[in-house]
């Protein structure tokens, strides 16, 4: 099964995608994520200028073989743009492979191993009570996971908490990556300011008036986004203990693994960690020590089906389960490609979901399906996502940049 070509798609229906799409001799296409929000042309040039000329003409069928060809024939390993480009390759041959045999990709995954995927969606609010309606509003939706997110007082905006539709979409879009403000002669990021006490004070009072609105049950989760010391993530995780939540996310820079030891000491709120980690290697601590409950790395950013099918294998010798990241600026194709993952592997722990605007899927023709709180791939041979080629080049790409946090003071903080 030659590879007849391959072409990157840059698009932008409401927010940036880059995808990869690959043809082989006998007319199947296989498609890839390669979106990496903020830094989209530096993978569209690893993949144009380094990648696709390597493969041009090679075996789509053998994917493994291609994984470690791209992984350690680059010499220069790992990295958020490598691994993305990989992810995109990778992907596309799984979806070729598929289509080829005619059955859904989790089928050469070993099956279905449930009959759907938990997701959880993103209620937020500018304060406690357009939070408590979001919440409503999810739960209306369907949804039986909810994360939280709200602003802060005294902080005029707070990573997860759409204070406008920006996406295109509804009241609840949040689409952190800003392009370039109209008029101005080249996009800069927004700057936000950051004041970690305010929010430690706060939080415990916001899931206090989300526990007694909605009860003990409903699984709650967090995202501290990075920006807390480990200590004072241990503070946060302490407090959040009476609330019962199915996870703290990434409450502190996850590439110093060590510091979840501390972390883990003082509390027993789960931890989730790995979005923004594109292989194996950055978790090895984390996982073999037990100081995370759920592994976030997307399929789009962790070398693909196969680099995240190992990961998850790997985590599941420890306890460790799924958790895998789905905000917008994870396409279509990588969303879908995480539901053959989460609809198969054992250790599924829940998937992430943020609705993609309506323009997104005027480009990106889905068939997975929400119902009843669970996703489901769909059993539409390959990953069941196809790319209008055609509406892909009515919006053509815009530099857009993730904001970047400044503490009062002016120092630059993690965002
Ligand atoms: C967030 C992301 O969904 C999440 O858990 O951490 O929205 C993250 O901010 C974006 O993916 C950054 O591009
Ligand atoms: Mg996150």
Do not use: C
Not at 140 to 156: C, K, S, V, Y
Not at 382 to 397: I, S
């Amino acid at each position: 099964m030659r590879i007849k070509s391959a072409e990157v798609i840059v698009t932008s229906p409401g927010r940036n995608f880059v995808t990869l799409r690959i043809t082989t001799e006998d007319g199947l296409v296989g498609l890839g994520d390669a979106t990496l929000n903020g830094r989209e042309l530096a993978v569209r040039s690893y993949l144009e200028d380094h990648v696709l000329p390597l493969i041009a003409d090679g075996d789509a069928s053998r994917i493994e073989d291609t994984w470690q060809y791209l992984y350690r024939g680059a010499y220069w390993r790992r990295g958020p743009v490598t691994m993305a480009a990989i992810s995109a390759v990778d992907t596309a041959l799984w979806d070729i492979k598929a289509k080829a045999a005619g059955i859904p990709l989790y089928q050469l995954l070993g099956g279905a191993s449930r009959t759907g995927a938990l997701a959880y969606g993103h209620a937020s609010g500018r304060d406690v009570p357009e939070l408590l309606d979001s919440v409503r509003a999810h739960l209306e939706a369907g949804f039986r996971a909810i994360r939280i997110q709200t602003g802060i007082p005294g902080l005029d905006s707070v990573y997860g908490v759409a204070t406008s539709s920006a996406g295109g979409g509804e009241r609840y879009d949040y689409e952190p990556a800003r392009r370039a403000t109209a008029g101005s002669d080249r996009p800069l990021p927004t700057v936000e300011t950051w004041d970690t006490r305010a929010y430690l004070r706060h939080l415990p009072t916001v899931f206090e008036a989300v526990r007694a609105e909605f009860g003990p049950e409903l699984p709650l989760l967090h995202d501290g986004h990075h920006r807390m010391t480990p200590i004072e993530a241990a503070r946060l995780g302490k407090a959040l203990e009476p609330y019962d939540l199915f996870w703290l996310e990434d409450a502190t820079p996850g590439e110093d693994q060590a510091a979840l030891r501390l972390i883990r000491q003082h509390t027993t709120t789960p931890l989730a960690i790995g979005e923004v980690f594109n292989s194996v290697y950055d978790y090895t601590t984390l996982l073999h020590e037990r100081l995370i409950d759920y592994v976030r790395s997307a399929v789009t950013h962790a070398g693909g089906v196969t680099g995240m099918k190992k990961l998850l294998d790997l985590a599941g010798v420890y306890g460790i389960k799924s958790g895998m990241h789905g905000p917008t600026d994870i396409s279509p194709v990588g969303m879908a490609a995480a539901l053959h993952l989460d609809l198969a592997v054992h250790n599924f722990g829940i998937q992430e979901y943020m609705k993609h605007s309506e323009r997104t899927l005027e480009v990106f023709r889905t068939s997975y399906w929400f119902k009843d709180g669970l996703l489901h791939p769909s059993d539409t041979p390959g990953l069941g996502v196809d790319l209008d080629t055609e509406a892909a080049a009515r919006f053509p790409y815009q530099p857009a940049y993730l904001p970047v946090n400044r503490l009062r003071d002016g120092t630059v903080h993690d965002w």
